[in-house]
């Protein structure tokens, strides 16, 4: 089954402590991408990757990070979360054109 | 910039009521037009597309039209169903390899 894998679902974690969510796809897309969803403000852009060892910043990267080494993984990592990264975020993946994004089914981080 | 404005929320209907769900955006291109649906719990999921002036996107009975001279790409379904309660959220993008611009998404209630 084509899909975008996350994980975790869900995760409460301490100011400061680093963590990585995870990102996974299994449709061999080149373009991957990190956004968040925040109540009122729909969904804001963190990174994106064009393809491995090509990433670039969206609308809100700071406090975030990414890496892509393999095609298939794109994680996300706070080194240093704060509470206002509190979010659910959101992986996906596409093929360039005209071509809608596979989402993963989302990670609800709370920073407290 | 790039931007959608889509109709606030949310939007209660009877059954097999008639829906529509405006969605008007500014491009500093030519623009690809999406609306994507969420499910509680889950993540987006494409729901139909459009990528030139006057096409029209339909899926599970739903359908939008690509309005170039308005700008406007207003989500339509002649009757909806309990299952169709939903985030609905417009988006767009401009290039094959440029980032997925998201409205603030259109909570829809069904009731029985």
Not at chain 1, 35 to 57: A, C, F, H, W
Request: glycine share 10%.
């Amino acid at each position: 089954e084509a899909q975008v894998t996350q994980n975790p679902r869900y995760l409460i974690t301490v100011t400061g402590k680093k963590l990585t969510v995870t990102c996974s796809q299994n449709m061999n897309h080149e373009y991957m991408s990190w956004y968040r969803q925040d109540p009122g403000l729909g969904l804001r852009q963190i990174y994106y990757s064009m393809n491995v060892e090509v990433t670039d910043k969206g609308d809100v990267p700071e406090g975030y990070k990414v890496s892509r080494k393999e095609k298939r993984n794109f994680p996300l990592i706070l080194e240093s979360p704060s509470p206002n990264q509190t979010s659910l975020y959101f992986c996906a993946s596409r093929v360039p054109g005209g071509y809608g994004y596979t989402f993963g089914s989302g990670t609800r981080l709370t920073v407290v | 910039g790039d931007s959608v404005t889509q109709m606030e929320g949310p939007v209660t209907l009877s059954e097999e009521a008639f829906l529509t769900i405006n969605c008007t955006y500014t491009a500093t291109g030519y623009p690809s037009l999406f609306w994507y649906v969420q499910y509680p719990g889950e993540g987006l999921q494409l729901l139909l597309k459009a990528t030139k002036a006057d096409d029209k996107g339909s899926n599970k009975g739903f359908e939008a039209t690509y309005r170039k001279e308005t700008t406007s790409f207003h989500l339509e379904k002649g009757s909806v169903q309990v299952s169709d309660s939903a985030v609905y959220f417009c988006a767009l993008r401009v290039g094959g390899y440029q980032k997925v611009t998201f409205g603030t998404g259109t909570k829809l209630q069904v009731i029985p």
